[in-house]
């Protein structure tokens, strides 16, 4: 194993980005979302997460890709499902990486390896270590790593010997202001690489993506044998009746943790 110097070390330098810590930024999210329920107790939202598309994605055992796209009209009800995604798998007690934009005015410049690196460095604190077969491949490239293509083989090797775990991610959280390098890929094709690498290391989990937007057009340029990957929203609407009072019903969800359905 590392020492824990080298390992704190690492931790560090992942860590530094223009991002908020893991962390704070979902409970800033939840504590956005609790509000946005209380004030709109008269809205419901479209529970596309028990169609039968969102069901596939989760209940297969191999990795697997969910691109859901909304508009930005119902921004709230897809931050709401996103943010309660994450909480809903934490409860199950199931390892989970996210980047979430904890409020709609967040406008920190992010690139697709920035959440690379913030998503590696989640990675790592669960682990609490890097094997030594590991650390001699990798431990050196952590601090040489530039392109999206490199991040992704680090993410990779940060996730061996953990179980299956889902990654969740907010789209809306990528600037709009940075220019993308010539040959950059884009998150859905970085998550397709991550699959690919985690397919020829031994000990390597199974791994659920779900990435999230609700303006982006990243989706739009998805090639179309893998358009089906992408689950559309129309939207919320109206509760019929009179205003429910107390707490809103709980997000129900089919989830695969550990070959369960939660």
């Known amino acids: 194993m590392l020492s824990d110097l080298q390992f704190s070390q690492i931790l560090t330098y992942v860590s530094n980005l223009n991002?908020?810590?893991?962390?704070?930024?979902?409970?800033?999210?939840?504590?956005?979302?609790?509000?946005?329920?209380?004030?709109?107790?008269?809205?419901?939202t479209e529970e596309f997460w028990l169609g039968p598309k969102f069901k596939n994605w989760s209940t297969t055992?191999?990795?697997?890709?969910?691109?859901?796209?909304?508009?930005?009209?119902?921004?709230?009800?897809?931050?709401?499902?996103?943010?309660?995604?994450?909480?809903?798998?934490?409860?199950?007690?199931?390892?989970?990486?996210?980047?979430?934009k904890p409020t709609q005015e967040a406008k920190a410049k992010v690139s697709v390896v920035d959440i690379l690196k913030y998503l590696t460095s989640q990675a790592l604190r669960l682990r609490k270590s890097i094997p030594e077969s590991t650390a001699r491949?990798?431990?050196?490239?952590?601090?040489?790593?530039?392109?999206?293509?490199?991040?992704?083989?680090?993410?990779?090797?940060?996730?061996?010997?953990?179980?299956?775990?889902y990654i969740v991610v907010d789209v809306e959280l990528l600037s709009t202001k940075m220019q993308p390098l010539a040959g950059s890929m884009?998150?859905?094709?970085?998550?397709?690489?991550?699959?690919?690498?985690?397919?020829?290391?031994?000990?390597?989990?199974?791994?659920?993506?779900v990435l999230v937007s609700y303006g982006s057009i990243m989706f739009h340029e998805v090639e179309d044998e893998k358009r089906h990957l992408i689950l559309l929203i129309r939207g919320s609407t109206k509760r019929p009746g009179p205003r429910t009072q107390g707490k809103t019903r709980p997000l129900r969800m089919a989830v695969s943790v550990a070959g369960r359905i939660i």
């Open 19 to 44: 991002l908020e810590d893991p962390e704070k930024s979902l409970q800033l999210a939840l504590f956005h979302r609790n509000r946005s329920r209380a004030r709109n107790r008269d809205t419901r």
């Open 61 to 100: 055992r191999e990795s697997s890709l969910i691109m859901i796209q909304g508009t930005f009209a119902a921004r709230a009800q897809i931050k709401d499902f996103l943010v309660s995604m994450i909480e809903f798998v934490r409860d199950a007690e199931a390892p989970i990486l996210w980047a979430v």
């Open 137 to 165: 491949n990798v431990c050196a490239r952590f601090q040489t790593a530039v392109s999206e293509a490199e991040w992704v083989e680090l993410l990779a090797a940060s996730l061996v010997d953990l179980p299956q775990l």
């Open 186 to 209: 884009t998150l859905p094709a970085v998550f397709w690489s991550l699959f690919q690498h985690l397919q020829k290391m031994p000990d390597s989990p199974p791994v659920k993506v």
